[in-house]
């Protein structure tokens, strides 16, 4: 069974920046494609950035382009999140997720592409 475990969420003032990380577990990490969601209070969970197995190809929301930064570490099983310049609208609690099928090319950017989700990490940004 995967597991996938978050962490790095926290407060932070707007303008400032985190790193959340996912630590997944459970299976040959390098093989699967991974995605970042995040859903605020009151509201569906939405894409946020993608990576494919092989780290060629990312793929961001339009609100977070140039602020965010999707990236994998094979060698740690990990996928991270850099979020610079946060904003306000960025609270939400963000999740990661995990493919099932193995080599997949293309980026996946909705919800039931994903099979595996780690249980989110809660990010505040203050005005």
């Known amino acids: 069974q995967v597991q996938l475990v978050e962490s790095g969420g926290g407060l932070v003032q707007a303008g400032g920046s985190l790193r959340l990380s996912c630590a997944a577990s459970g299976r040959t990490f390098s093989h699967y494609g991974l995605g970042w969601f995040r859903q605020a209070p009151g509201k569906e969970r939405e894409f946020v950035a993608a990576i494919t197995w092989s780290g060629m190809s990312t793929h961001y929301t339009d609100s977070v382009k140039g602020r965010f930064t999707i990236s994998r570490d094979n060698a740690k099983s990990t996928v991270y999140l850099q979020m610079n310049s946060l904003k306000p609208e960025d609270t939400a609690v963000y999740y990661c997720?995990?493919?099932?099928?193995?080599?997949?090319?293309?980026?996946?950017?909705?919800?039931?592409?994903?099979?595996?989700w780690g249980q989110g990490t809660q990010v505040t940004v203050s005005s």
């Open positions: 997720a995990a493919d099932h099928r193995p080599f997949r090319g293309v980026v996946l950017t909705t919800r039931g592409e994903y099979s595996y």
